[in-house]
C-alpha cells in the first residue's frame, strides 16, 4: 500500500512558477514509475510527466521546456517544477504511482494561473 500526499499548489500569475511536491509512504517507493497528472471540471484527467525507476522522463506535449519532473528516492518524494505558466495550466494536479498492477493516486492540490 503506497499512500501519496501532495502540496505545493496556489494561486500565480501567467508567467510565475510553482512547485509540486508529493510525498509518499509506504515500501520501496523506488521501484514506482511515478506520474503528474492534471484534470479540469468537464474534462478528462491527463497525463503531465511521468518518471521512471530508473529516471527517464516523459512529458505532455503541452508541458515541454516549462515543466520538470523529478524525485527523490531517499525522501520517497516526487516533484514538479512549473515555470512559465499560462492560464491553461489551471487545473487540480495528481501524484500517481505505478508497478505491475498497482496503482495509488494523490486527493491533489488546486493550481490556480490567473491575474
Known amino acids: 500500500q503506497v499512500q501519496l500526499v501532495e502540496s505545493g499548489g496556489g494561486l500565480v500569475q501567467p508567467g510565475g512558477s510553482l512547485r509540486l511536491s508529493c510525498a509518499a509512504s509506504?515500501?520501496?517507493?523506488?521501484?514506482?514509475?511515478m506520474g503528474w497528472y492534471r484534470q479540469v471540471p468537464g474534462k478528462q484527467r491527463e497525463l503531465v510527466a511521468t518518471?521512471?525507476?530508473?529516471?527517464?522522463?516523459n512529458y505532455a506535449d503541452s508541458v515541454k521546456g516549462r515543466f520538470t519532473i523529478s524525485r527523490d528516492n531517499a525522501k520517497n518524494s516526487l516533484y514538479l517544477q512549473m515555470n512559465s505558466l499560462k492560464p491553461e495550466d489551471t487545473a487540480v494536479y495528481y501524484c500517481?504511482?505505478?508497478?505491475?498492477?498497482?496503482?495509488?493516486w494523490g486527493q491533489g492540490t488546486q493550481v490556480t494561473v490567473a491575474s
Open positions: 509506504g515500501r520501496m517507493y523506488s521501484i514506482y514509475t
Open positions: 518518471i521512471t525507476s530508473g529516471g527517464s522522463t
Open positions: 500517481r504511482a505505478t508497478h505491475l498492477i498497482l496503482d495509488y
